[in-house]
């Protein structure tokens, strides 16, 4: 593969691709907490799009050092998704549910909710581990070019995710007191599509 638009638009199109889960996530998180300053949604983007730089490139040192032990490790990575996911939203609909059941307290509590790292950082595992499996489809690139490809991915991720920000911001708002509660079933739904496309 040489420096050609064809390796460019490849780059991008994994991208988008590969940020379509955690500009779901994105949503989620904007739905779960609505006032949100501009620069904890970067820092949210931020994260998501270094995981997604990390783990292509992970991807590619592996096949380079590695090849046996990742391509078994593979089959695990849908799995390890599912988990992460459905342990994340499972709990957010538990917290959403009790939240609902204050009826007094509701609005002081939802508006101080905010999102904690780890789960953040949980999330941007579960949503970024299937890029690992992008480092077999450019092992055939220099360590320059990995480079750049996993820059590009990172790039259109974090614009993408910060669109999905906005867009669950402005539902946040409108949804209030069931924003958790929809939240976690949407992270449920993004951990079992994850899981089922696996398959396909």
Do not use: H
């Not at 949210?44 to 040192?61: H, K, N, R, S, V």
């Not at 939203?89 to 609005?107: A, F, H, P, T, Y």
């Not at 490809?149 to 539902?171: D, E, K, Q, V, Y």
Request: charged share 15%.
């Amino acid at each position: 593969m040489n420096w050609t638009f064809l390796f460019f638009l490849n780059s991008a199109l994994l991208g988008v691709g590969l940020a379509m889960d955690a500009f779901s996530v994105s949503i989620v998180n904007a739905i779960v907490e609505p006032v949100m300053s501009r620069i904890r949604r970067c820092a949210i983007a931020g994260l998501y799009a270094f995981m997604q730089f990390l783990m292509p490139l992970t991807g590619w040192l592996a096949v380079k050092f590695l090849e046996n032990t990742l391509k078994s490790f593979q089959k695990f990575i849908p799995w390890i998704a599912l988990v992460l996911l459905l342990f994340i939203g499972i709990k957010m609909i538990i917290e959403g549910v009790s939240l609902s059941r204050k009826q007094n307290e509701e609005k002081e509590e939802l508006e101080q909710k905010k999102i904690s790292f780890i789960i953040l950082l949980t999330q941007g595992i579960a949503t970024s581990i299937d890029a690992l499996s992008v480092g077999f489809t450019i092992a055939e690139y220099n360590f320059s070019m990995a480079l750049t490809a996993s820059l590009i991915i990172a790039i259109i991720t974090f614009i993408i995710c910060l669109t999905g920000l906005a867009i669950g911001r402005t539902i946040g708002f409108k949804i209030k007191n069931k924003a958790t509660i929809i939240g976690g079933i949407i992270l449920v739904i993004v951990g079992l599509e994850i899981f089922i496309k696996s398959f396909f």
